[in-house]
C-alpha cells in the first residue's frame, strides 16, 4: 500500500485522483472503494492541519464509505446513499479530471506568457470635472456599508464551516459513552441524533473508526434489516462483519 | 457597413473599457446584428496587424497582438504578470468553458469550496460576476477581456474544443453513456 | 517589413506620446530608414479605417480618423456625464471613507479588479491620484477638493459615520495558500 502524502490538496476530488492515479486505476467504482481507506487516513490527518476545508472532504468521504460498505455488503441500504451512487461520484471525477486537462492548457497558455496589452496610460488623465448630481454623502455611507457587509460575509465564511466540522473525535467519545450506557444500539438510532448532514458523515466516520480498532462490532442478523451496534467481545467473532477491510478488497 | 466597421473601431480605441454590443449599437443607433457583423468583420480584418480586436461576452476591445507580447512588455517597461496558481487556473478553465456559470455549479464541479479562487480571479479581473440571467436573485460568472489579453488569444472560441482537450479521459466501457448525461445536465 | 509594420503599431498603440522615428529605430533595432519606410506603408495601409496613423514633426501618433471626431467627441461627453455605475460609486465611497489608498488595497477591499472604475473616477475629475508617502513607486488615490465642495463639505471627516466606518474598513484576511494569485498584475 502507498504511503499517504501529506500535501496540499485542490480538495477531495483531488485527492481522490491522485490516490487513484498513484495506482495506475482507472476510474471505476472499485478502484473507488480500493482508496477509499487511504483517503480516510488522508482525512483524519487534515482534521488536525485545516478544518476549514474538512467539511468538503467529509462529504467525500462519507459517500466512499457508502460505496465501500456496498462493495463488501451489497445488500446494505443506507438512505443517504439513493442522492448518488458509486457511478456518479465515479462520473464526477471523470469530469474533475477533465477540467484538470483543461487546466493544464490554459496554465500551458499562461507559462507562454504571450498577452495582449491595451491602451491605459492616455485616458487617466482628467478631462473635465463630471460629478454625478446623485452621489451626496449618503449615498457614499450606503454604499461604503453594503462593502462592509461583503467584508464581515467573507471573514465568516471559514468560521461557519469550522462549526460544522465537529471533531471525529469528539463523536467517537460519545458514541462510546453511549455504547458504555447500553448494550447495544441501533444505527437508525445512532443516526437519528445527527442533526444535520455533516454530522450523519462524521458519525459514520467516527463509527467506522470504532469497528476497525475492533473496539465495536456490527451485526446484521438478516438481509435488509436493521444493522445492531455492540460493544466488541471475543465470543462474537463468528458473527461478526466488517464494514471495513483492513486491506482493499 | 465598412462605414460601420470603421466608427466601432474608432470608439474601441478611445473608450477605456470594453464594449458591448449593446453599448455600440445604442450609441450608434444601429441594429444589433448589425453591429456583431461589422465588428466580426472587423476582428477578421485586424487579425494580422499589430492592433487587434479581442471579444469577449462582456464585449469588444482593442489590444497588441499576443506575438507582440514581449516586446511592448519590454517597451511599456511592464512586470511580468504574476503566472496563476493551480486552484485558480482550475476554475478559470471552468469558467471558461461553462460560462455563464454560477458558484455553486464551480464547485459541484471541484468538489471544494471555492470563494477564494473565484475572488482572486474577480481581482485579476480575468472573471467577473453579472446577475444569473435565469434568476436575477443570484449571479453567474465568466471570462473578461482582461481574460483574453492574459492568454494571448482573441476569443473564448480561440480556446481548443473540451471535447478535443478532454477525448482521453472518459469512464471506461459501459458508464459512458452515464459520463455523457452528467455533463449535458449541466448548462454549458 | 510587415512584421517592422506590426512592431511599430502595437507601440504607437500602448504609448502616450508620439514616437520618432529615431526613438522607433533604437527600440526596434532597426535602422531608421526602414522605419520611415514602414511607417509610411503603415500610413498608407490603414488610411481607411477608423483608426489611423498621423505624422507629425515629433513622431508617429494612432489617433481616430478626422471624419469621426464629432462621433467620437460625442462618445467621450456621453459616457462621461453618463450616471456612475454602482462599481464606481462603491470606489469612490472606499476612497473617501480610507484615503489615500493603493489600486491594490481597493480590490482587496472590494474583491474585484476596479481598474475600469478608477479610471473614470480620474477622467471626471472626482478623485486623483498621488503618489504613496510611503512607497514612492507607487500611487495612492484621494478624492480631489472639487468633489467635496461639490457635495457640499469641506473634508471626508465631513461624512457621515467618518469616525465609526473608517475604523470597519478593513483588508480581509485571506488565507496564505490561497492568496498567491490575487495579487495585483496590473501596473496602473
Known sequence: MHKIKIQQFEGPLDLLLSLIEDQQLDITQISLATVTEQFLKYVK??????????ADFLSIAARLLVIKSKAILPTLEIEEAEEETGEDLAAKLVLYRQFKEVAKHLKKLDMQGQQSFTRETVFSQRVSFFPDPEVSPDALRDSVLKVLQGLKELDNLPKAQIREAISIQEKIDSLQIMLSRQIETKLSDVLKTAKNKPEVIIT????????????????QTELFTEITIKQYEKTDRESEVEIINSNPA | MENLQKKIESLLFVSNKPLSVKALAKFLEAKEADVITAAD???QARAENGVIVLKADEGYQLATASELSELVKNFLNADLRE?????????????????PISKAEIEAIRGVNSQYSIRALLMRGLVEKIPNPNDARSNVYRVTTEFLQHMGITSVN???????????????????????GTEESENI
Do not use: G
Not at chain 1, 459514520?204 to 451485526?219: D, N, P, Y
Not at chain 2, 503566472?83 to 471558461?96: D, F, G, R, S, W
Open chain 1, 45 to 54: 490527518e487534515l482534521t488536525e492541519l485545516d478544518p476549514t476545508s474538512l
Open chain 1, 204 to 219: 459514520f466516520l467516527a463509527l467506522l473508526e470504532l469497528i476497525k480498532q475492533r473496539i465495536f462490532i456490527v451485526e
Open chain 2, 41 to 43: 468583420e472587423l476582428i
Open chain 2, 83 to 99: 503566472k496563476l496558481t493551480e486552484a485558480t487556473v482550475e476554475v478559470l478553465a471552468i469558467i471558461a468553458y461553462r460560462q
Open chain 2, 158 to 180: 480561440a480556446l481548443p474544443l473540451f471535447e478535443e482537450l478532454v477525448k482521453q479521459i472518459q469512464l471506461p466501457e459501459v458508464p459512458q453513456a452515464k459520463a455523457e
